[in-house]
């Protein structure tokens, strides 16, 4: 009996099952009494790559009745099994597993300690899957702040070479963590460091000669990948920032080293330092240098990896983007929805860039003073909010655009929650003084005379 509870609530309790191997460490018998046990038992699960798991919900019901009937039991087990898990070497399988038992045992103290483990993190990072659970966990706590201090100070006891390729990935995903989290300062500031650092390792083996038209001369640059790659990532946190001039000086260096890309690698960094700098040109209003951009990485993407990549369903968002800010409106939607159905298909529902090709969608509509712009509208930020929460600033964007449209339907209750909950986040993660921050606000104060008068 004692064999039965331990392995049938270690199924219930787990986030995905439990492997075979993983329930004979967990009960610890020999074999010869497991194996007819396993034998009895496995007929009533379901085998899914190695984790097994209940074939039907009323054996799961059962289960919770028999052995897990309240929730103090479920705590209890969910502790115990985390123990387990804590103690096996670290795999994708217990990143997997132990924060998820850590957060059901309600302990949350040991939680925040094992998300801190920057092995767990790298595990996590891996995949995408695993990059949102570290962003759900996270978000049970305080402040996003919170996850750049913790990491930071577990990046300063790193043992080993910090220009080793292990330093440099542990590093590049710290950063774009901090990016998806919109902790953009503490991003910058870890890029800056690793390219001064590989532009010395790499300095005077991997050399391209680029012309300076400013001074009509010609130097020699470092064009390893890895530099080419951390001069993108610093585009893209500038020009997050609204920094464009510095953006358009990391683009430019980018796309001048790249001078002669023959390899896939290299056409797929000129074709992410291209799609940088027209999105910086569209932001400077230099539309038509922007299309020649992107159409240019349209027919790159789609040498590398086909027409149908979720890649390439980004550069035809950005081609609706430039679309929709030329008024050409017909023509953005057209991209924004063969965008949605590409990545739909790749995707899924509930994936946080259909939410911004909903608030696509939703700005070319409200334009064309439809009432489905509503719908659409709420339906990102629902996206939104189940993957990253309320601490992020395309949540906060998306909130915004909700709250003119409630504002013009002369909902002004509506919109004044909506633009309040954007201002928070704007001036906890861009400044007071940024320009999304002051609309916000401005909109705020607008709406309260509004509110007040009624």
């Not at 909700?402 to 001036?427: C, D, I, P």
């Amino acid at each position: 009996c004692d064999v039965v509870r331990e392995t049938t609530s270690a199924i219930w309790c787990s986030r995905k099952g439990m492997s075979e191997d993983e329930l004979r460490k967990l009960v610890n018998i020999p074999s010869a009494k497991w194996s007819p046990f396993y034998s009895s038992l496995v007929g009533s699960l379901v085998n899914r790559n190695g984790i097994y798991n209940f074939f039907h919900d009323y054996l799961r019901q059962a289960v919770e009745v028999r052995f897990l009937p309240t929730l103090n039991d479920k705590k209890i087990y969910s502790k115990r099994l985390a123990s387990f898990f804590a103690l096996q070497p670290m795999s994708y399988r217990v990143a997997e597993e132990l924060p998820f038992l850590l957060y059901e045992a309600g302990e949350m103290e040991s939680l925040k300690e094992t998300l801190s483990d920057l092995n767990l993190f790298q595990q996590l990072m891996v995949t995408e899957h695993g990059q949102y659970d570290l962003i759900h966990y996270w978000k049970l706590f305080d402040h996003f702040n919170e996850v750049s201090k913790v990491y930071k100070e577990q990046l300063e006891y790193f043992n080993g070479n910090r220009q080793s390729e292990d330093f440099l990935k542990l590093s590049k995903s710290l950063a774009q963590l901090f990016i998806d989290l919109s902790l953009l300062d503490n991003a910058k500031k870890l890029l800056e460091s690793l390219l001064h650092d590989f532009e010395k390792k790499y300095g005077d083996e991997f050399v391209t000669i680029v012309y300076c038209p400013w001074n009509f001369s010609w130097k020699s640059r470092c064009c390893h990948e890895t530099v080419i790659e951390l001069l993108q990532l610093l585009g893209s946190v500038c020009t997050k920032q609204n920094d464009l001039e510095q953006a358009e000086t990391y683009y430019r260096e980018l796309l001048d080293r790249l001078n002669s890309a023959k390899t896939w690698k290299q056409k797929l960094q000129l074709c992410e330092g291209s799609l940088g700098l027209a999105t910086v040109f569209q932001m400077k209003n230099n539309t038509k240098e922007s299309e020649k951009l992107l159409l240019r990485s349209l027919e790159l993407a789609s040498e590398v990896f086909g027409p149908k990549h979720h890649y390439v369903a980004t550069i035809i968002n950005k081609l609706g983007q430039l679309c929709f800010h030329q008024g050409r409106l017909d023509k953005a939607l057209c991209y924004f929805l063969q965008d949605f159905r590409l990545t739909y298909n790749n995707a899924g529902w509930n994936y946080p860039r259909l939410a911004g090709i909903l608030n696509d969608v939703a700005l070319v509509y409200d334009e064309k003073n439809l009432e489905e712009c509503v719908t659409l509208y709420e339906c990102a930020l629902a996206i939104m909010l189940n993957v990253y929460g309320t601490q992020h600033v395309d949540t906060a964007m998306i909130r915004y655009n909700l709250g003119t449209v409630y504002f013009a339907s002369n909902h002004f209750a509506r919109a004044k929650y909506q633009w309040q909950e954007a201002v928070k986040v704007f001036e906890c993660l861009l400044g007071v003084e940024h320009r999304n921050t002051v609309a916000a606000a401005d909109a705020v104060r607008e709406v309260t005379v509004l509110v007040n008068s009624n």
